[in-house]
Nanobody, 126 residues
Framework: QVQLAESGGGLVRTGASLRLSCVVSGRTYSRYSMGWFRQAPGKEREFVAAISWNGGSTFYADSVRGRFTIARDNGKNTMYLQMNSLKPEDTAVYYC???????????????????WGQGTQVTVSS
């Protein structure tokens, strides 16, 4: 059974940093590209960042590029999202997701991901 577990969320002030982690079990983690998405209250889930299976390629939403950094440690079956210079508009539930085998579409499309975590809340106060 594939499971993804996020951690690291919390309540911080504008300008602060947080690092989210996502641990994957039940799948050969190193074979799959991974992504982070987020969903704010009353809004649709949106793409944040993605990383290829070997970490060689990374992708970011325009809204977070230059502030967030995605990384992975295949030896630990773990993906990270370092979030710096946080803004109130970054407030959301953050989800990690594992890309499905054989998917060749856009990394930013949620349809490409077949397993999701339960999410971790990030709240940024002004």
């Amino acid at each position: 059974q594939v499971q993804l577990a996020e951690s690291g969320g919390g309540l911080v002030r504008t300008g602060a940093s947080l690092r989210l982690s996502c641990v994957v079990s039940g799948r050969t983690y190193s074979r799959y590209s991974m992504g982070w998405f987020r969903q704010a209250p009353g809004k649709e889930r949106e793409f944040v960042a993605a990383i290829s299976w070997n970490g060689g390629s990374t992708f970011y939403a325009d809204s977070v590029r230059g502030r967030f950094t995605i990384a992975r440690d295949n030896g630990k079956n773990t993906m990270y999202l370092q979030m710096n210079s946080l803004k109130p508009e970054d407030t959301a539930v953050y989800y990690c997701a594992s890309m499905g085998p054989g998917y060749s579409g856009e990394y930013s499309s949620s349809r490409g991901y077949d397993y999701w975590g339960q999410g971790t809340q990030v709240t940024v106060s002004s």
